[in-house]
Structures are given as structure tokens and as C-alpha cells.
């Protein structure tokens, strides 16, 4: 749909290291963010991803390395004087301005006309339906409507790279979710480069052309939401996005489509990842709980006998909790599709299916 | 309004009030009234008349008190505008620039003078003032009333500053702003009713003081409280109240200005 242009760099990020007096919070961070990419930072609150972002507006100087914008380092650049805008996580819309005084605040400090001014604001509040709220102040709109005015805001000017700062955080689920389209429709339609922040997995994955999981100021992995859901490089990064069953496991036999591997308890399961350690060596298996199929009769050769401990009904799908015979906890979670879930009662005996593409050896065993 | 704690609700409560208000304000109410009283005793009533109000505009002592007039507000104009440029710049300085040892120290060295004795303040002035050789005159009472007039400037306008989230600043940097720029249509308009509300203060502070002022003044040059000061000491006319009652009503109306304008924007201005 769109093209990507994956050989320019719109921002490079090299060895950069930030720390606050003895506290780092950025270790290493080595990165790059291609022109017209939807690009997030995920992670906990405390992960370093806001400060990443404000390093790269200028709101703090790297402690070390390099922050560089289409191959120029920005080091002593102030924040003015950079091509980068800011949506901030509540707004900060200017309460003694209009919105249209708001809109056109960037335009006007880069010394355009009145009337070139003007146009742009125009443009932009038509952009985001805002054209009759031009004249009232950010205190009379509505949260979504504040969010779509700090939004022109920060792309009147026309910015090379658009930071947004958790900028759905204080938005209602419904409203939340209908931005989401819209930001990315806006980020299609600019062709402006996004670096969005959240700790919210499913803001990342629904936008996002590529993910990077940070944790505790390390970049854990980089790469589309896909791949960061089903092929996690490591512990951090599978348990931060979705739920999982992480389970210790040792090679039991290997053969050219993959390997059998022997769990915790024993049992064994087929497994046709890419297994790159050697016959009787452990490791970690992740198995996602949505690729469970729990069922109350045996129709299946990899199938792990187990008791159902509990099934939690949650709307659209059901959470199981299972105990396998050698004392194994697994959770899986079905669509409720049918009346499946309420045949099985807690208690009894059930088996789980697990597809042997299902199973993911970590290759990073920490 | 919860019924345990309802203040109203202790036995004693509206007595209290009652004498604690009469104690603040019967002097003040008696001397409002008996400024409309016709006679030119001070106690005994006679009817309601406004001459002591013409007395004060153009009686015998008019000439003395419209000089003393003109110096007490031309030094509170000057001296508030001054006071309230330099606690702007102190604010911003303090609570917007680099964290710096000794943040808390010059706020406290700041808000001193209302804390410090006026009379202590008054005879240090004094001591100063003739140390350097400064002439007695219109120019010490200024520079004396600049220089405690900062800490009553400061405060609402540091009080409203503290309230502006930073992120306003790095959002109007973000959109290109220079510094010039930022503090033009972002720090001061959001700043301005705590600006004004300082102003008002510093003004009505200067135009009200006597111990500093009297203490600096030297000879010959009067402001209205020492020059109400002075005819009170040849007896208490009732012109006196009547002058008195205006500068009361001055005050109420600059004060009411500045509590009104730093409440302004702190409700409902953001959201």
C-alpha cells in the first residue's frame, strides 16, 4: 500500500547512552528508523522509551553516542532549530490561544506569512474535522478533539519526523481505538515519519510497521509486530507482548524438520522451529496460549494429558488453566466459538493439542 | 459538608467569629462613618454631610495632602512596576533555569522582608542610605520602596509560574519558537494575571507604607501616610477619616483585583 523507502535512514540512533546522574537510562540503544515508517517504541513506563524520544526532540542531550536525523548529527541543535515535532502525552495544547492560534503556533515561528499561515490551518483543521472549532480554546473540546488539534499542531509545520508521546493514554477505549485508525491514516497520507511511544501491545501491533520492545533502557528487539509476537528473541520480549507459556525444555532427539524435545515433566512434544542447540542440551520453549487447543476427547498424536484447574469465560474467548500429569502448568485461551468451554467442567480430564509449528525455541536462553 | 468535622458544629464558634470580626473592623467601619459626620468633633454625630471629603480636596490642608498625594502614588506607580519586572525575572530565573545549589535559599532570601521586622528593614535602610552617602529625598523613598516591594511582586507571580507545567515551554520550543519568542507569546500570556495580580500588590504596598518611608523620607518631602501621620499629631480632625476612608477603598479594590486575577485561569482554565 504504501512505499516504503527502506534505504533512507530518517533517524539513526548510534550507541547512545543516557544517564541521570548515577541512574542510566538508555543503555546502548543502536537503531535505525526508516523515512515513511509507522515506527513504536514499546515497553513498561520506566523502559526508557520517553527518553528516547525526548533525545531525539532535544528536550535532553545524549550522554553518549550519536542522534542523527537523514545522516546530520544533532548534537548541539536545540529543540527549535530541529525539523522534529512533538505530540505530547496530554497535549499541551496552549489554554490562552485558539485552536486555529494553536494549529498555526509552528508555522508562525518558522517566520511563514499570515496569509501562507492561514492556508495551512485551514488545511489542517479540515484534515482532522476540527473547522468549526477554529475559534474556541483547547478548554472547550473534548479530549478526541484535543488530541486531533495537539496532532495538526505538531504536523502543520510539516516536520521530516513526528514524535507522539503516548498520545492515546488519555483517550476512552472506543476513542483510543478509532484513532488508531486515524493516526495511521494521517501517517499514510503525510508520508511524515511516526516514532509513537506506548506501553499499550495492541496500540503497537495494530499501527506499527516495525516494533521495537525496549526494557529496562535496552532495545530488546526490533522488527514488524509479527515477528516480535511469534518469534520473540528472548524472555523480556515474549512475556511484555501477549501472554505466554514459557517452558524449560532439553533435546531429545533431532531429525531434518526439527526436533523432539522432552518439557519439565517429562513429556514430550514435537517441535519444528529451528532448534540450534545439540541432543541433550536445554533451553526454552514458548508456546502462545491461543495456539492451545484444549478439547475433552483424544483426537491427536501430540496431545498432553492434563486436568482443567479453571476456565475463565471472558466475552469473545476463554481463559483454561491446565495441569498436565507430571505437574506442568499451561494456559490456553479458545474462541468461543461453540459451547465447547461449558462441556468441559473444572476438574476434569482434557487434553491439550499443541501444533509442532507452535512451539518457539528462545534463542536467547536468559 | 460531612457532619463530623463541620466547623460550624463546635460550641462558641459564631461568638468567636463575631468578636474577632468586630475587633478587625469596628475601627474601620466607625471611622468610614464618622468621615460623613458634619460636626467637627470625631465622637459626637451630627448628620450626614460630605464636607470633610470637600475639606480634604480643597480645605486649608489640601495643598499639603494632594502633594503628599502625588509623591505617595508617582512612587508606588514607579516602584511596583520596577519591584514586578525584577520578581518576573527572579521567577523565571528561579524556577524555570537550571537547577542550582541554593534554589530554596533565594527563595527564602526573596520572601525575607515580609518576614523581617519593618522597623529592623526601616533603620538598616536608613544605616545604608547614609553610609553610601545616599541625599534624603523622593529617590531614597523610591529605591527603599523597589527594593521591599520585590517579595510581594514575587510571590503570586511565582505561585502561578510553579502552576504552568514546563511541557508548555518544550512544546512552543518544539514548534520552532526561539527563546525571545517563548517568553513573548507563551511564559508571559499564561503568566500575565499572576504579573498583574503581583503589581496590584507591590503597588498598594508602596502606596500604604509608613515606617520604611518615614524613616527614609528626610525632611521636607511627604507621602500620605506621613503626612496623615504628621496632622494627626496636631489633633485628629475628621478630614483625616475622610482621607482615610479613601485610601481604604483604594486598598480594597487593589487587593480584591489581585486575589481575583491569581484565581484566574487556576479553575476550569485547562481540561
Given at each position: 500500500m504504501m512505499s516504503q523507502d527502506q534505504t533512507t535512514v530518517a533517524v539513526e540512533l548510534r550507541h547512545v547512552v543516557k544517564k541521570f546522574g548515577s541512574f542510566?537510562?538508555?543503555?546502548?540503544a543502536h537503531l535505525s528508523i526508516y523515512d515513511n515508517e509507522f515506527f513504536t517504541l514499546l515497553g513498561p513506563s520506566g523502559c526508557g522509551k520517553t527518553t528516547l524520544l525526548r533525545l531525539i526532540a532535544g528536550f535532553e542531550e545524549v550522554t553518549q553516542g550519536q542522534v542523527r536525523l537523514f545522516g546530520k548529527d544533532?548534537?548541539?541543535?536545540?529543540p527549535n532549530r530541529r525539523p522534529v515535532n512533538t505530540v505530547f502525552q496530554n497535549y499541551a495544547l496552549f489554554p490562552h490561544m485558539t485552536i486555529a492560534e494553536n494549529v498555526g503556533f509552528g508555522v508562525r515561528m518558522k517566520g511563514a506569512s499570515q496569509g501562507e499561515m492561514q492556508k495551512t490551518v485551514e488545511r489542517m483543521l479540515e484534515l482532522v474535522r476540527l473547522t468549526d472549532h477554529a475559534h474556541k480554546r483547547p478548554s472547550q473540546l473534548s479530549g478526541g478533539q484535543q488530541q486531533r488539534a495537539a496532532l495538526v499542531r505538531a504536523i502543520a509545520p510539516s516536520p521530516r519526523v513526528l514524535l507522539l508521546d503516548e498520545p492515546l493514554s488519555a483517550l476512552d477505549l472506543k476513542l483510543r481505538q478509532a484513532m488508531r485508525i486515524e493516526l495511521k491514516q494521517l501517517q499514510q497520507e503525510t508520508g511524515i515519519t511516526f516514532i509513537f511511544v506506548t506501553h499499550d501491545q495492541e496500540e503497537a501491533l495494530s499501527m506499527s510497521d516495525r516494533i521495537a520492545v525496549m526494557s529496562d533502557g535496552v532495545i530488546q528487539q526490533v522488527g514488524p509486530g509479527r515477528e516480535i509476537y511469534e518469534h520473540p528473541r528472548n524472555r523480556t520480549v515474549a512475556n511484555f507482548i501477549g501472554e505466554t507459556n514459557l517452558l524449560g525444555a532439553i533435546v531429545h532427539e533431532k531429525s531434518g524438520s526439527g526436533a523432539t524435545l522432552t518439557l519439565e515433566d517429562g513429556s514430550r512434544v514435537m517441535c519444528t522451529d529451528n532448534v540450534p542447540v545439540g541432543v541433550g542440551e536445554s533451553g526454552q520453549v514458548l508456546i502462545r496460549p491461543e495456539k492451545i487447543v484444549v478439547s475433552a476427547t483424544e483426537s491427536s498424536s501430540f496431545g498432553l494429558h492434563c486436568k482443567l484447574a479453571s476456565a475463565v469465560y471472558l466475552g469473545t474467548d476463554t481463559q483454561y488453566v491446565l495441569r498436565t500429569d507430571g505437574g506442568l502448568t499451561l494456559t490456553a485461551r479458545m474462541q468461543n466459538v461453540d459451547d465447547t468451554a461449558m462441556q468441559m467442567s473444572t476438574g476434569s480430564s482434557v487434553v491439550a493439542m499443541i501444533e509442532p509449528a507452535a512451539i518457539r525455541w528462545l534463542a536467547d536462553g536468559d | 459538608m460531612s457532619k463530623v468535622a463541620y466547623v460550624k458544629r463546635y460550641t462558641g464558634f459564631l461568638t468567636m467569629t463575631m468578636v474577632c470580626l468586630t475587633i478587625l473592623y469596628a475601627p474601620l467601619i466607625i471611622v468610614a462613618i464618622y468621615s460623613?459626620?458634619?460636626?467637627?468633633?470625631?465622637?459626637?454625630w451630627e448628620g450626614l454631610s460630605l464636607h470633610w471629603y470637600w475639606d480634604v480636596f480643597f480645605g486649608i490642608e489640601s495643598g499639603k495632602f494632594k502633594t503628599a498625594a502625588w509623591n505617595s502614588l508617582s512612587i508606588a506607580v514607579m516602584a511596583s512596576l520596577t519591584s514586578t519586572t525584577i520578581a518576573t525575572a527572579a521567577a523565571i530565573g528561579i524556577l524555570r533555569g537550571r537547577a542550582f545549589r541554593g534554589r530554596n535559599l533565594s527563595f527564602m532570601l526573596i520572601s525575607m522582608p515580609i518576614m523581617v521586622p519593618e522597623i529592623v528593614t526601616a533603620v538598616a535602610t536608613l544605616i545604608f542610605f547614609s553610609a553610601i552617602g545616599f541625599v534624603l529625598g523622593y529617590s531614597s523613598i523610591l529605591v527603599a520602596h523597589i527594593v521591599f516591594c520585590i517579595p510581594f511582586a514575587y510571590l503570586p507571580i511565582a505561585a502561578r509560574l510553579r502552576g504552568i507545567e514546563p511541557v508548555f515551554e518544550e512544546a512552543a520550543l518544539d514548534l520552532y519558537a526561539s527563546r525571545g519568542q517563548l517568553f513573548r507569546h507563551v511564559i508571559f500570556p499564561m503568566l500575565l494575571p499572576g504579573i498583574l495580580a503581583g503589581l496590584l500588590l507591590a503597588f498598594i504596598v508602596s502606596l500604604d507604607d509608613f515606617i520604611i518611608t518615614n524613616f527614609v523620607k528626610g525632611a521636607g518631602i511627604e507621602t500620605l501616610p506621613t503626612a496623615i501621620f504628621g496632622a494627626v499629631k496636631q489633633g485628629i480632625k475628621p478630614n483625616i477619616m475622610a482621607l482615610s476612608t479613601i485610601m481604604l477603598l483604594v486598598s480594597i479594590v487593589c487587593v480584591t483585583l489581585s486575589y481575583l486575577l491569581s484565581r484566574v485561569g487556576s479553575h476550569g482554565g485547562r481540561e
Open positions: 542510566t537510562a538508555i543503555r546502548d544533532l548534537q548541539d541543535l536545540p | 460623613f459626620n458634619s460636626s467637627p468633633s470625631i465622637i459626637v
